[in-house]
């Protein structure tokens, strides 16, 4: 019933109102999901109680950690975060595609910057369970002069109140970023992360994850998996949005400009996931990202290549129920096959 009152209003509107809601502790939340042994893994040292994360765009200014791990998520990613408060771009910015489960986004990196989003997350480490995971997907400001001194800044200043990093550099929305995947640049940036992370004590063994583009063609993509094999890159996060528009796009917002995510963007998503897979040999962690609805998409997901999964437009149409459904649905799946843990399938498609 929420979700059909708050479908009636601006897409932006009505997600600034369920952060309100859910900030303002009413029943929205419900506690204790079911626990599947089967969905349980340590990947990278960290233990995660279930596979399906939330995106990171949600809950962009780490506001409600608490109230949506109460519906099941394994892990939560906040942000983007960048250094400096960030208004984004002008509204409208968001657009829901009904026809075709999709949302189109041209947010820009809007957040609360870097010391708000500390605070918040100082608050939640208080009374921090231990199989709460929380990633921090850091960015840069628009304005900056210096791409990379803004990732360093957010590695040191968010980096110590997270379990992992992600490293956003394939958001369509602010000029300039994806040019950061290219050869050379991204090894120059991950280098001096990592050099960085060697000169504080509580980084040197954070996990640290790179966000790259569903719209990067092949050379691109080996170049990436070279880098990243050749520098110990602990994981890949795959993918972000597309500028790319399907022809099976029906909706009258098809053409906004922007970042395409939902369903839309599932299969080219899942077979950029497998290329990965193959070109680092299944030897780094991949965390699955795109058009995920359903338990058989993140199986599918999974099967690709994915250790974990995340999503975010799929709860914006089914709702947090969605990820209780999925956990049932991905149980179910492993033990058809013959698989007594999900561990077991990671990479193991046809």
């Known amino acids: 019933m929420l979700i059909n009152l708050l479908r009636l209003l601006p897409p932006e509107t009505a997600h600034t109102i369920t952060i309100k809601l859910l900030k303002s502790k009413l029943n929205l939340r419900r506690k204790n999901s079911k626990i599947y042994k089967s969905l349980n893994q340590t990947i990278l040292g960290i233990n995660f109680k279930n596979p399906i994360g939330l995106a990171a765009g949600f809950d962009k200014n780490a ?47 809007n957040n609360k910057g870097s010391e708000e989003i500390v605070s918040n997350l100082k608050s939640f480490y208080v009374d921090k369970d231990i199989n709460e995971i929380i990633g921090v997907n850091v960015g840069k400001n628009k304005s900056t002069e210096n791409d990379i001194d803004d990732y360093l800044y957010g590695v040191e200043k968010l980096g110590i109140f997270s379990d992992y990093i992600t490293i956003n550099i394939s958001s369509p929305n602010t000029p300039g970023l994806r040019d950061l995947q290219l050869r050379g640049r991204i ?12 000169e ?74 497998k290329k990965m897979h193959s070109l680092t040999n299944g030897q780094i962690t991949l965390i699955g990202v795109g058009g995920v609805s359903s338990g058989h998409e993140c199986y599918e997901k999974i099967k690709a290549g994915a250790s974990l999964v995340q999503l975010y437009t799929a709860l914006v149409y089914q709702g947090p129920e969605i990820i ?11 033990t058809i096959d013959g698989y007594k843990h999900i561990s077991e399938a990671i990479g193991k498609s046809s």
């Open 187 to 198: 090894e120059a940036l991950v280098k001096k992360i990592q050099k960085k992370q060697s």
């Open 63 to 109: 506001e409600v950690i608490n109230q949506m791990f109460a519906y099941g998520f394994g892990f939560i990613e906040v942000g983007t975060v960048t250094p400096k408060k960030q208004l984004g771009n002008e509204k409208p910015r968001v657009f829901r595609l009904v026809e075709d489960d999709a949302i189109i986004n041209h947010l820009g990196f």
């Open 324 to 334: 209780d459904h999925i956990l049932k649905e991905l149980d179910e799946l492993i």
């Open 200 to 273: 504080i004590e509580q980084l040197v063994n954070k996990p640290i994850f790179i966000k790259i583009s569903p719209d990067l063609n092949d050379e691109q993509l080996r170049d990436i998996a070279l880098m990243s094999l050749a520098n110990n890159i602990n994981g890949l996060i795959i993918s972000n949005s597309t500028i790319q528009r399907p022809d099976t796009l029906i909706s009258n917002y098809k053409n906004e400009v922007g970042g395409l995510s939902g369903k839309p963007i599932f299969l080219n998503s899942t077979i950029l996931l």
